[in-house]
């Protein structure tokens, strides 16, 4: 068990520009999720996989992110036209199965910065 | 909707006290579960405790314990004999059980930051 690895750590970017983040689940976690954690706050939910399905999207997901997860193993999030309000630490999770009461692994996360 | 909120933003204590965070939620479901889960400055989050609505006992897990009280909607959450290496952020979580295959979509509240002193 390695555990969930997530790449970059850190991204600073300039507004407008393109970001894209990689999640490495724990080998053979069927569900991946990722969160999304402002300063001082609580992680919030954007979205979820089992294998390589996308099942669930939060309204924070707006059109400019997207995620895949494309052979149901790492995980892929891109935000496009980067703005300063997407600044935060986006965090990667994984479990297997079990549903609502299965712990997650969660990752280092990714902080991202835009200037 | 689900709501969760630790009115506690920060905790301060001398090694050795017992710290007590307090977590209330709010969610229309009979059957969800609450987690407790810890950030070290690392950033990663890791797991403590959980615990399903339909279980209101509350147990002991080495220096954690925990107080789940239905009728009040808390699920409060004790280090004894704290350590400096308990300083961290911990927030309390809640997921519903509507739909078993809908994976584990947990809402989180706002964090306490318990700083241990020597």
């Known amino acids: 068990d390695t555990g969930v690895s997530q790449d970059p750590r850190h991204k600073i970017t300039k507004r407008g520009q393109n970001v894209t983040f990689r999640c490495d689940p724990i080998s053979e976690h069927n569900r991946l999720y990722w969160y999304r954690q402002t300063l001082g706050q609580g992680p919030e939910f954007l979205t979820y996989f089992q294998n390589e399905a996308q099942l669930e999207k939060s309204r924070l997901l707006s059109d400019r992110f997207s995620a895949e997860r494309p052979k149901g193993s790492f995980s892929t999030l891109e935000i496009q036209r980067t703005e300063q309000g997407d600044s935060a630490m986006y965090l990667c999770a994984s479990s297997l199965g079990g549903g609502p009461n299965s712990p997650l692994h969660f990752g280092n996360g990714t902080r991202l910065t835009v200037t | 909707a689900q709501k969760v909120t630790q009115a506690q933003t920060e905790i301060s204590v001398v090694e050795k006290e017992d710290v007590t965070l307090d977590c209330v939620y709010e969610t229309r479901d009979t059957t969800y579960y609450l987690f407790w889960y810890k950030q070290p400055p690392s950033g990663e989050l890791v797991f403590l405790i959980r615990?399903?609505?339909?279980?209101?006992q509350n147990e002991i897990s080495g220096r954690y314990s925990w107080n789940f009280q239905k009728s009040t909607s808390s699920f409060n959450f004790t280090i004894t004999a704290s350590q400096v290496v308990d300083s961290a952020v911990y927030f309390c979580a809640l997921s519903e059980a509507k739909i078993k295959a809908a994976g584990n979509k947990l809402t989180f509240g706002g964090g306490t930051r318990v700083l241990v002193k020597p």
């Open positions: 615990r399903n609505s339909f279980d209101e």
